[in-house]
């Protein structure tokens, strides 16, 4: 038979994988009597755990929620899940760098050797983008006001700023009123996604620019999200697409890069390797000129497979880009500057 503390661990980790538990399928699961299981209980409420117990013959337990936090169990996945989750928090949520610090040393402390080891290997370091705007870090309260909102189906109203196309003679706009759906992270920032009352139609916010009025409005039966989907919606919306889709704009080409080159750089789309210095780009953008100039950073020679659409991009950029490589002078037909046909005959 197991050390009482041992079985003990093993009743906590057995009351944590489920709702309710049968008294008798307990004591079976341990391989102790059901007078045992009343003890273990007993001893887990001494200890903070607020466990319910169901009386008559098919009464069980079930562990519920409490005034305080009693020591908690974690298996070996659930610990390194922890342990990555509680690195990258502060990334994208600010206030909580001291308590995800303090958090991570209190789990790793209780660790066993074996996996202290793995999760030191773990080191999460956040990066920003060098010469990149800096991404924009919300409160834990203000997430916490979403997800309750989310959480209890309760129209939400929220300031928020217009876009840099607003005309300021407009004034301040009005608050948005929303039916909450569901809370997302993406690209490293948090967004809501809403059904919009005053709109009719689905949109996402920027968290860090919402500012919630209080009180929340009355409570709404959830629509359905288009697709079915929340992270296809999200994607679908980010590309520029009215759903979850494809791109709007699709094209196909050879570059003169090795296929392991180029999938390097290639978030979402196809690469086929066509030979040891040659490979086949299947890509979307939101519109024929961004795919164009998305194609030119692989800085290769580049054959347009097709569609048309994206040929003539390539030859609206290609006229765009040489107006811009030409001297000012040149471009004002300044009579004073020195022509190119001048130059090129000295």
């Known amino acids: 038979m197991p050390t009482t503390s041992a079985r003990l661990l093993a009743l906590l980790s057995l009351l944590q994988a489920r709702r309710d538990w049968p008294g008798a399928v307990l ?24 466990i319910a ?15 305080a936090l009693p020591p908690l169990l974690f298996d070996d996945e659930q610990a390194v899940a922890l342990t ?26 209780v660790m066993p050797a074996r996996l202290r080891h793995r999760v030191d290997a773990l080191r999460v370091v956040a990066v920003e983008r060098a010469g990149g705007p800096a991404r924009p870090r919300v409160e834990p309260g203000l997430l916490v006001t979403l997800s309750a909102a989310v959480h209890a189906r309760e129209v939400l109203r929220f300031d928020y700023p217009a ?84 791109w709007p704009c699709q094209g196909e080409v050879i570059l003169d890069l090795p296929a392991r080159t180029v999938s390097t750089w290639t978030r979402d789309g196809l690469v086929e390797e066509l030979g040891p210095d040659r490979c086949r780009l299947v890509l979307g953008a939101w519109s024929w000129p961004g795919l164009a100039a998305l194609l030119g950073r692989y800085d290769a ?46």
């Open 53 to 67: 117990a169901a009386k008559g013959p098919d009464g069980g337990y079930r562990l519920g929620a409490g005034s």
């Open 27 to 50: 004591a079976e699961r341990l391989g102790v009597s059901a007078r045992t299981v009343r003890r273990d209980v007993d001893r887990l409420r001494e200890l903070g755990y607020p």
């Open 301 to 346: 020679d580049i054959e347009v497979v097709g569609p048309p659409e994206l040929r003539d991009a390539f030859a609206r950029l290609a006229r765009r880009y040489a107006a811009a490589a030409e001297a000012p002078d040149a471009r004002r037909g300044d009579p004073g500057g020195v022509s190119r046909s001048a130059g090129a005959g000295a």
């Open 163 to 246: 876009g840099p196309a607003a005309d300021p003679a407009d004034g301040v706009p009005p608050p948005r009123r929303v039916q909450p759906h569901h809370l997302v992270t993406w690209g490293g920032r948090w967004y809501l996604v809403a059904w919009d009352l005053d709109r009719d139609d689905w949109r996402t916010f920027r968290v860090d620019r919402i500012s919630p009025r209080t009180p929340t409005g009355p409570r709404f039966t959830p629509r359905e999200l288009p697709g079915g989907d929340v992270a296809a919606f999200v994607a679908g919306r980010f590309r520029g697409a009215g759903g979850p889709g494809d």
């Open 84 to 109: 990555v989750a509680l690195q990258t928090a502060a990334t994208t949520v600010t206030g909580i760098e001291d308590a995800a610090a303090r958090a991570l040393t209190t789990v790793r402390q």
